[in-house]
Nanobody, 128 residues
Framework: VQLQASGGGLAQPGASLRLSCATS????????WGWFRQAPGKEREGVSC????????HYADSVKGRFTVSHDNDQDTVYLQMNSLKPEDTAVYYC??????????????????????WGQGTLVTVSS
């Protein structure tokens, strides 16, 4: 499995950006995509994740109500729609992949160690 993230850039506070993560090479249909971010001088943290089985999602409290994760019908691309951006959202954003699947009553994988395939990261800078 390989991941290719894109869509980062410079945005003003209150603006929106949409990140994309294209997936190639996955042989099975049940898995989870995750979005993580790492701000300068800080540890990487989880942002959101989505299950391929039923579309169940999870969001970090810091982005809940502002960010939306989704995937296309072919399940080859996952998106992170980021609205009402704040300066504290500035970070390198990473998409990740795991065959640990959640949803349908099972907990979604939200921890970094649960993901074993990572994209290269895309920088999001929120500044006026």
């Amino acid at each position: 499995v390989q991941l290719q993230a894109s869509g980062g850039g410079l945005a003003q506070p209150g603006a929106s950006l949409r990140l994309s993560c294209a997936t190639s090479g996955r042989p099975f249909s049940r898995f989870t995509w995750g979005w993580f971010r790492q701000a300068p001088g800080k540890e990487r943290e989880g942002v959101s994740c989505i299950s391929s089985t039923d579309g169940a999602t999870h969001y970090a409290d810091s982005v809940k109500g502002r960010f939306t994760v989704s995937h296309d019908n072919d399940q080859d691309t996952v998106y992170l729609q980021m609205n009402s951006l704040k300066p504290e959202d500035t970070a390198v954003y990473y998409c990740a992949f795991t065959y640990i699947f959640g949803g349908a009553g099972y907990p979604l994988p939200t921890e970094i160690y649960q993901y074993d395939v990572w994209g290269q990261g895309t920088l999001v800078t929120v500044s006026s």
